[in-house]
C-alpha cells in the first residue's frame, strides 16, 4: 500500500514484495527495476504521466523502459478496472 515517506511527506514510497534476485549486479538490478516501476505503474493504475511524475523520469524515459522490461500495461490497466 503506497504511504507517505516520513523524512519527506512529498514523497510516496510503496512497499514491494520481497523477491530472490541473482547475485549478479546487472540481473539483480534489472530484476529489480521491472517489480518497481510495475509497482508504480499499478499505483498509478497504468498511468505514465502520473507514474513518471513520482518516479522523477520523463515520460518518454518511462515508456522506454516500459518496452525495455516488457511491463504490459494493458494487463495493469485491465486489473484497476
Known sequence: MPRKSKSNPDVVSINLKLEQYSL???TAT?????????AALQH??????KSS???GVS???LQIQV???DI???AIRQKEK
Open 30 to 38: 534489472t530484476q529489480f527495476q521491472r517489480v518497481w516501476l510495475q
Open 67 to 69: 518496452n525495455k522490461h
Open 59 to 61: 515520460r518518454r524515459t
Open 44 to 49: 498509478f493504475g497504468g498511468n505514465l504521466t
Open 72 to 74: 504490459d500495461l494493458q
Open 24 to 26: 549478479d549486479y546487472r
Open 53 to 55: 511524475r513520482e518516479l
